[in-house]
């Protein structure tokens, strides 16, 4: 996340999974209203929100250069432009959402990749993000 950016301002990730289907979609990112707070918040941007809903999240670090993309825990605000909040148990995405958990690791200043799991177990479905230069 870029440090330039102000509270409640979005960034997007551009991202590509490893499954067959539905595998183009977006991480969008924003800090809380506290710029001190030590996680971000994001959703997920992809073709089918209107029936998984929008698979919101807290990010945080849990080691150095990796960040837990943390689906068990809904964000206490969103941006301004953002869906509104709901679960991640809501509609169908209670099989994609809901009890999982991301494991991302930067590459480059642009570039991470990243793993779920669900429940503790790793699932064989990986990820690629890369931010927007805007």
């Known amino acids: 996340m870029p440090a330039s950016k102000a509270p409640l301002e979005e960034v997007v990730h551009f991202g590509r999974n ?8 977006q991480k969008r990112f924003c800090r809380p209203g506290d710029e001190h707070a030590p996680e971000l918040w994001g959703y997920n941007e992809q073709p089918m929100r209107l029936f998984t809903g929008p698979g919101y999240f807290v990010a945080r670090e849990i080691e ?8 068990t825990a809904l964000p206490a605000g969103r941006a301004p432009s953002w869906p509104e909040l709901s679960p ?15 494991a991302m690791r930067g590459v480059s200043h642009h570039v991470s990749v990243g793993r779920a799991a669900r429940a503790g177990k790793w699932l064989d479905n990986w990820f690629v993000l890369c931010r927007d230069a805007a």
């Open 88 to 102: 991640n148990h809501a509609r169908l995405g209670r099989f994609i959402y809901d009890g999982t958990q991301d």
């Open 64 to 71: 150095h250069d990796e960040v837990l993309i943390d689906y």
């Open 18 to 25: 490893s499954m067959p289907l539905f595998s183009t979609f």
